[in-house]
């Protein structure tokens, strides 16, 4: 029997969605400030920022398993503050191992709450016949920016470990609040205690695949221009300027603006065709920067490749979501670590690319990728039974 869901329900998960990243959004700004407490040169801080892909890969079967069992809502009401305390670990590390491990724990309570999060949309969307996916991730995007903007701005009050602890602290008290009258939407067959042998890669759909291909290089990307886009603009702007950190803010503000309008535009224009439309403006965007325009240009393609790479993962997961119902965690999981995983590798290649080349050239190495995504859109069917967006 399916949970009653009240009109309230798709806004309380949009709230979600919107407070999960207060903590990373206001890690991702200090960046700079931690390679230049450490000394860390570009190839030692792409090592170091590995820590966070690599929980993704590590913890992401494990959480499905988690949410699968006891359900999203009590996975939000355990980690939610695990995480708050866990964000300000990586201002405490001495070199970059220690940051490295640092990154690795405070990952961990990151993927729990993405993997229960995302779970629980496709969940709702499954139920509810209407599509939610991508304004949930509009709503992350948005608490990326606001966390980001806010983790910018220059204080004489707080150090940099109180500011992100105030902003992580004080959204997980709000985010507990609105997670405990959240209904349980798992599958009924989930509440039997039958014992399920561990799925193996011949026993995937071959079309979740193809989805993993599309998203891979979208999802690099996107980690890349977080990662790397506040140390870009660091490097182009003067010696002493406080906004770099900005380009997270704009770059957040695009991918919020464009999850926003997802569903609108999915359901007019389908799956494919949304997705070839934003990943070539991506590849506009990338292009801007590695162009030889003045720095404040440079905000232009950060806009540009954030609205691109806005609505890739959120219509992969919708599709991932609904191949199967009795695997839906585990095909999420599966997909999260295949897409996600991919920056295990791709942090060290532009930390070595800008040593010898420069950050704008080592960005223009996620090209090829978006290239491929571009192509293998058309794999992304539409969610069945989703006629019309569910009003926010």
Not at 40 to 52: H, M, R, V, Y
Not at 81 to 108: R, S
Not at 202 to 227: C, K, Q
Request: charged share 10%.
């Amino acid at each position: 029997m399916t949970p009653t869901l009240s009109p309230g329900t798709v806004r309380l998960i949009m709230a979600l969605f919107f407070l999960h990243p207060f903590a990373l959004g206001s890690w991702l700004p200090q960046i700079p400030f931690v390679q230049t407490k450490l000394d860390l040169t570009n190839a030692q801080l792409a090592l170091s920022l590995l820590g966070l892909p690599m929980a993704f890969v590590f913890f992401s079967k494990f959480a499905a398993k988690i949410v699968a069992r006891h359900g999203a809502p009590k996975v939000f009401l355990a980690f939610f503050p695990v995480q708050a305390v866990t964000v300000v670990l990586p201002l405490f590390a001495v070199d970059h191992i220690t940051l490295f491990l640092a990154l690795l724990v405070f990952g961990a309570t990151v993927t729990f709450l993405n993997v229960a999060l995302n779970v629980y949309a496709g969940q709702f969307e499954k139920a509810a016949k209407k599509s939610v996916m991508n304004r949930c991730h509009g709503f992350w995007a948005l608490g990326m920016t606001a966390a980001s903007f806010l983790a910018s701005m220059p204080t004489e009050f707080l150090s940099p470990a109180l500011t992100m602890f105030a902003l992580a602290g004080s959204t997980t008290l709000l985010a507990l609040w609105l997670a405990r009258p959240l209904p349980n939407l798992r599958p009924q067959s989930a509440d039997a205690p039958t014992k399920t042998k561990r799925r193996k890669l011949r026993d995937y759909p071959t079309t979740l695949f193809l989805i993993v291909l599309f998203v891979v290089s979208v999802t690099m990307s996107e980690g890349a221009m977080a990662n790397w886009g506040a140390v870009y603009m660091a490097e182009r702007l003067p010696e002493g300027s406080s906004t770099a950190g900005l380009a997270i803010t704009v770059f957040s503000a695009f991918v919020a603006f464009g999850r926003f309008i997802g569903d609108f535009l999915k359901v007019r224009m389908g799956s494919t065709n949304l997705a070839r439309m934003n990943v070539g403006l991506a590849i506009v965007g990338l292009l801007i920067l590695v162009a030889p325009f003045p720095p404040m240009v440079a905000f232009v393609g950060f806009a540009c490749i954030g609205l691109g790479l806005s609505v890739g993962f959120p219509l992969a997961v919708s599709a991932a979501a609904a191949l199967e119902d009795e695997h839906d965690a585990d095909n999420i999981a599966f997909l999260s670590i295949m897409a996600v995983g991919t920056n295990v590798v791709a942090p060290p290649v532009i930390g070595l690319l800008a040593d010898h080349f420069g950050i704008a050239m080592a960005l223009a190495a996620l090209l090829p990728g978006l290239c491929l995504s571009f192509v293998m859109a058309r794999h992304l069917t539409p969610t069945p039974d989703l006629p019309k967006p569910a009003p926010a």
